[in-house]
């Protein structure tokens, strides 16, 4: 069984950048048809997807987010990483990691990270 | 950016009910549309993926249907551990999206 789990800071001050880790276990992140992904929420607000990276390594950003963001593989970690530079306090949310697509059995399969806070704050 | 508006924001229901929420799209989306379930504190889960396909391990007493802009999602008999914020997701392009929720509390 695939699981996902995040890691990084969890307090951040203004204008720094927030990197956050996601390690992929129980299965190789650079096989099969899948999207890894972040998400965030805001604490007692809703989800907002942020960007993904395919196992090829291509990636999609999230117009809001583009300007700011970068996400990365590292597959001899069996990882993938997100950076969010020059954050706020609007950036403040729980994270969350994911990975979707369908296995080599053509199961489609949803798998999540358990998420993490991060809290910008001067 | 495709808009996807949840009603309702909020319902009240007892253990038993028959319970519907409607997800709807601000343009035409094929079937692909996935509805989640998040208790506190915890990540969202998948119970549908295009718009009626149950995951696997989820209740058959949850059920979606819908087509281009219009989704449901339906819990035949609605049990204790159902209590919990309920989302859709479109799937069709990105940046994939999320419904504001659905919050399904007890009555």
């Known amino acids: 069984q695939v699981q996902l789990q995040e890691s990084g800071p969890g307090l951040l001050k203004p204008s720094q950048t927030l990197s956050l880790t996601c390690t992929v276990s129980?299965?190789?992140?650079?096989?099969?048809?899948?999207?890894w992904s972040w998400i965030r929420q805001p604490p007692g607000k809703g989800l907002e997807w942020i960007g993904y990276?395919?196992?090829?390594?291509?990636?999609y950003y999230n117009p809001s987010l583009k300007s700011r963001l970068s996400i990365s593989l590292d597959t001899s970690k069996n990882q993938f990483s997100l950076r969010l530079s020059s954050v706020t306090a609007a950036d403040t949310a729980v994270y969350y990691c994911?990975?979707?697509?369908?296995?080599?059995?053509?199961?489609?399969?949803?798998?999540w990270g358990q998420g993490t806070l991060v809290t910008v704050s001067s | 950016a495709i808009q996807m508006t949840q009603s309702p924001s909020s319902l009240s229901a007892s253990v038993g009910d028959r319970v519907t929420i409607t997800c709807r799209a601000s343009?035409?989306?094929?079937?692909?549309l996935g509805w989640f379930q998040q208790k506190p504190g915890k990540a969202p889960k998948l119970l549908i993926y295009?718009?009626?396909s149950l995951q696997s391990g989820v209740p058959s007493r949850f059920s979606g249907s819908g087509s281009g802009t219009d989704f449901t999602l339906t819990i035949s008999s609605l049990q204790p551990e159902d209590f919990a914020t309920y989302y859709c997701?479109?799937?069709?392009?990105?940046?994939?999206?999320f419904g504001q929720g659905t919050k399904v509390e007890i009555k």
């Open positions: 994911a990975g979707d697509g369908y296995d080599s059995s053509a199961y489609y399969r949803d798998y």
């Open positions: 129980g299965g190789s992140i650079s096989s099969g048809d899948y999207y």
């Open positions: 990276i395919y196992s090829s390594g291509s990636t």
């Open positions: 343009q035409g989306i094929r079937n692909d």
């Open positions: 295009a718009a009626s």
């Open positions: 997701r479109q799937d069709y392009n990105y940046p994939r999206t």
